[in-house]
């Protein structure tokens, strides 16, 4: 159904996933139009071949999903997503965006929609999320899908701490509970892991040099996806089971997905 009259350009379309996401890369490739379709983000495994097509064909459709993690809350572990995020990751030709702010939001819409060889996934909170501030630099190397976002005043550190979307502010007030104890912590927030895969080896090895192997990856969902980043021997705070229906701030309490639990894991590298 199209709301609005002939001039709209929002579909209803229902509890339809799958037909929604194949109505769009429809869209995609008839051309003039740049669609984007939207849902929760466990809905994707209902659009999920329709996404796999817009990688494979390719069509620049933008699929949006929202609600990302357990801070969806009271809807409990039904619409609560764990495997999601790593599961449309390993979508190829599919970039997933998971920003942490408002500025990364504006940059990873930005990269979607002047991507015209394929699909992009642009992943959102429920919550309210708290602003990163960052330099002019900062902000030109988010498009890069990974970029250091805090360093210590000397630029020696112990651990990086790597995150995405909500959880970059808890690898934030990890890294200031690790200062206050003398540990030196680098924040590296990675809102699209295959855009930063793509970049040159100098960066790459610029924002998780190789000779700093004590590392934690911090998300809110499935943990093996990050052992790529982090290896055997480090660290990665998620969810490797379905959440629970709680406020968002009992559940990540709940779960050990918090500073504290970052800080904990620290002490098993050491």
Not at 73 to 98: C, F, K, M
Not at 211 to 239: P, S
Not at 264 to 269: G, K
Request: aromatic letters at 10%; glycine letters at 8%.
């Amino acid at each position: 159904m199209v709301k609005g009259g002939e001039s709209a350009n929002y579909v209803h379309y229902g509890v339809r996933e799958f037909g929604m996401g194949a109505i769009a890369n429809g869209l995609a490739l008839h051309g003039g139009f740049r669609p984007y379709d939207a849902t929760f983000l466990v809905f994707s495994d209902y659009a999920r071949n329709a996404v796999r097509m817009s990688a494979l064909i390719p069509t620049p459709t933008i699929h949006v999903y929202t609600h990302d993690s357990i801070g969806l809350g009271e809807d409990g572990p039904t619409h609560q997503p764990v495997e999601h995020l790593a599961s449309l990751r390993y979508i190829p030709n599919n970039p997933v965006w998971r920003p942490c702010d408002a500025v990364e939001s504006a940059v990873s819409w930005k990269a979607a929609i002047e991507r015209v060889d394929g699909p992009s996934c642009l992943v959102f909170s429920r919550q309210t999320l708290v602003h990163q501030s960052r330099t002019d630099e900062q902000v030109q190397q988010i498009a890069r899908g990974g970029y250091v976002l805090s360093d210590p005043d000397s630029t020696k550190f112990d651990v990086i701490l790597i995150a995405t979307g909500s959880e970059v502010e808890v690898a934030m007030q990890a890294m200031r509970i690790l200062a206050d104890k003398g540990v030196a912590a680098r924040v590296v927030s990675m809102p699209c892991t295959q855009v930063f895969d793509a970049q040159p080896i100098e960066y790459r090895e610029g924002v998780l040099p190789d000779w700093c192997r004590k590392r934690i990856a911090i998300e809110a969902g499935i943990t093996d996806f990050w052992r790529k980043y982090v290896g055997l021997d480090g660290e990665v705070v998620g969810l490797d089971r379905f959440g629970a229906s709680a406020p968002a701030e009992k559940l990540y309490a709940y779960f050990g997905i918090t500073a504290e639990a970052v800080v904990d894991r620290y002490a098993r590298l050491v």
